[in-house]
């Protein structure tokens, strides 16, 4: 049962253009989304996060956009840079709750000069 | 960087034997999570740990089991490793409250033969 879905395990972006990554969830109960940044052989990075009372936070060139009505998060980098390359996780936690951080699935992003 | 460090970085083992996995802290975080990452599948969360003595299970904690005596270790078993454990494992550590960024290790890679 995947709570967190990640469903383009891939996604190719020109240099200086925008990259949009989606999430989705399913439990109701989260109130806390994150992003994390993996490079290979590394372990994950944390990027940006965003509270389910907000539904923007932005941080420099990475903006996360929550819709709670819809269970979908976004993260949008512009402009976006080769060093951008990597895999992105989404992950929720309840913060109220058991603090369990669960995460989605992955999407690569190749950042094409 | 956040005082992680997990032992060994690489490990070969036959299937059947006993294996352990450590994650070390030093920046006395209440919450310790151990994740496993494979294609297609992201990072799962196998076990976490809500304070000394306090474990709780994840999506994939059939085949581990985990201790923590002191909070500053908290030790991964593969009872008895199957070919399907072939995976790299990490560990991450957090705060409590709405401090829920969580901090990853570099990662073990397991490979069960």
């Known amino acids: 049962d995947q709570q967190v879905k990640q469903n383009s395990p891939s996604l190719s972006v020109q240099e200086g253009r925008i990259s949009i990554l989606n999430c989705d969830y399913t439990?109701?109960?989260?109130?806390?989304f994150l992003w994390y940044k993996k490079y290979p052989a590394e372990g994950p990075t944390f990027l940006i996060s965003?509270?389910?009372?907000?539904d923007k936070n932005e941080d420099g060139r990475f903006t996360v956009f929550l819709n709670k009505s819809a269970k979908h998060l976004s993260l949008h980098i512009v402009p976006s840079q080769p060093g951008d390359s990597a895999v992105y996780f989404c992950?929720?936690?309840?913060?109220?709750?058991?603090?369990?951080?669960?995460f989605g699935q992955g999407t690569r992003l190749t950042i094409n000069p | 960087d956040a005082g992680i460090t997990q032992s060994p970085r690489h490990k070969v083992t036959e299937t059947g034997t006993p294996v352990t996995l450590r994650c070390h802290q030093t920046?006395?975080?209440?919450?310790m999570y151990w994740y496993r990452q494979d294609p297609g599948h992201g990072l799962r969360l196998i076990h976490y740990?809500?304070?000394?003595?306090?474990?709780d299970k994840g999506e994939v904690s059939d085949g581990y089991s985990v201790s923590r005596s002191k909070t500053e270790d908290f030790l991964l078993t593969l009872e008895s490793a199957t070919s399907s454990q072939t995976s790299v494992y990490f560990c991450?550590?957090?705060?409590?409250?709405?401090?829920?960024?969580?901090?990853f290790g570099q990662g073990t890679r397991l490979t069960v033969v």
């Open positions: 920046e006395n975080h209440r919450y």
């Open positions: 740990s809500y304070g000394v003595k306090d474990t």
């Open positions: 439990n109701s109960m989260f109130d806390y």
């Open positions: 992950a929720a936690v309840e913060i109220q709750g058991a603090q369990k951080l669960v």
């Open positions: 965003i509270s389910s009372i907000k």
């Open positions: 991450a550590i957090s705060e409590s409250g709405r401090n829920t960024e969580a901090f």
